[in-house]
């Protein structure tokens, strides 16, 4: 039976096409061309900031008139601040190296063939997300800076806030000579446009998906590419034996409370039975003088008021609010089975003075990244130096961890021969 062309199918495809003509022109782009489209979108972003702010709070007051979550707001709404954070973000892109040519390695053979890997930019990323709007011009600064072209698929709730932040970048763009291509915002809201994304293995090189489990398992399960990902965020602090009271309570507090909507934040706290009997009870008040809600196991529960009984569902949630499952051990290696058996690969802390138990902790937990005396939320692109992530992956292949410059390339070899054959 032949196939029945849709609108939808011949918008993703043109979507498609121009993405990937862009990222043929991108490929010789200079350096220099993209660091003063970079420094052109820091000043658009300042220069613009009042036509943003008022599209980004029309999004924000139609989200708490649906009785969005207060944290889900959180992650919705810009602030003059968060915009010039924005800004600064880019700048910074803009200071890293230039990842495309990079030699990553290179050998002589014995027949005086030169062989070198060269880092080359995967192509067309199809970036798709929810909520936070400044993730619009984190991706859009990665992927050109890195050579590939981006198509956006931004959620519906920040719809206003995208278009407002992407018709700086398409500006910036043409006023620097680049394709105007390179950075694109999909149009439909239709979801069925997603889909008809998604089958574009052949224009399309890569898919990131940054939002809620549903959205990431309907990408796995419908993308003809490789996709770059991770389900969710469900990260453990682990307080030990030895850990500092003040230590203990501050990292505990800033990976739950700082920002308790995203992915890096802290949804369950494992606590040594040692440190449990020292200062749980102040801790435990810490926590919800803060306002967080805590799901308790039964040792952890006693003497705290308005604790709940965890169950191992509140064990595997992420629940992306001022929501924590709480869990006395009697061991390190206890604590790592919980985090095996419950975590989600991505972000896991120890605060300990213990040497031994750092060492055992951070050689058999197996996630993106494990803190030391550390709060969960330096899991970030900008924290780890990498000006900016498209996203926190938990896979292993071909990126782990946050993504930056280097992880949305890929390389090829480049070889040169004085007339050699085989």
């Known amino acids: 039976m032949a196939q029945v062309i849709t609108e939808l199918d011949v918008y993703a495809a043109e979507v498609g096409q121009r993405a990937r003509v862009a990222a043929q022109q991108l490929a010789t782009a200079t350096g220099e061309q993209k660091l003063r489209w970079l420094k052109r979108v820091a000043v658009g972003l300042r220069e613009n900031s009042r036509e943003i702010l008022a599209a980004n709070e029309v999004d924000v007051t139609a989200a708490e008139a649906n009785g969005t979550t207060g944290a889900m707001v959180d992650r919705l709404r810009l602030t003059e601040d968060r915009l010039a954070a924005v800004g600064d973000s880019v700048v910074e892109i803009g200071q890293l190296p230039d990842p495309v040519?990079?030699?990553m390695e290179s050998c002589r053979r014995p027949n005086g063939l030169l062989v070198t890997k060269v880092r080359v930019p995967l192509g067309v990323v199809f970036f798709i997300y929810e909520s936070r709007p400044n993730v619009t011009v984190d991706a859009a600064a990665l992927c050109v800076k890195s050579g590939n072209a981006v198509i956006l698929r931004g959620g519906s709730e920040a719809s206003n806030s995208n278009q407002a932040l992407h018709r700086v970048l398409v500006q910036c763009l043409e006023q620097e000579g680049l394709p105007a291509d390179a950075v694109q915002l999909v149009a439909m809201t239709d979801r069925a446009a997603v889909g008809e994304l998604l089958k574009l293995g052949n224009l399309i090189d890569v898919t990131v998906p940054r939002g809620g489990r549903s959205l990431i398992e309907r990408v796995a399960a419908e993308a003809t590419m490789p996709v770059i990902k991770h389900f969710d965020g469900v990260c453990h602090v682990y307080v030990d034996a030895s850990a500092d009271e003040k230590m203990a309570t501050d990292i505990v507090i800033n990976s739950k409370c700082h920002r308790p909507g995203v992915c890096n934040a802290a949804e369950s706290l494992l606590i040594h039975k040692d440190a449990a009997d020292r200062f749980w009870p102040a801790l435990a008040s810490c926590l919800q003088d803060a306002g967080v809600q805590l799901r308790c196991c039964p040792a952890s529960?006693?003497?705290?008021?308005?604790?709940?009984?965890?169950?191992?569902?509140?064990?595997?949630?992420?629940?992306l609010d001022l929501i924590l499952s709480v869990k006395v051990v009697d061991s390190v290696n206890d604590a790592i089975d919980h985090i095996r058996k419950f975590g989600s690969g991505h972000t896991e802390s120890i605060v300990t003075q213990d040497l031994n138990s750092a060492n055992t902790f951070q050689n058999q937990v197996d996630s993106s990244a494990v803190m030391l005396n550390a709060s969960t939320r330096f899991n970030d692109g900008g924290e780890f130096g990498l000006g900016a992530e498209i996203g926190i992956s938990t896979d292993r292949f071909h990126a782990r961890g946050p993504c930056g410059l280097r992880e949305i390339t890929s390389y090829k070899y480049v070889v040169h021969g004085t007339g050699q054959i085989r």
């Not at 529960?301 to 629940?319: C, L, P, R």
């Open 101 to 103: 040519g990079e030699i």
């Open 301 to 319: 529960a006693k003497g705290i008021n308005d604790a709940q009984s965890a169950t191992d569902e509140d064990y595997a949630a992420e629940f």
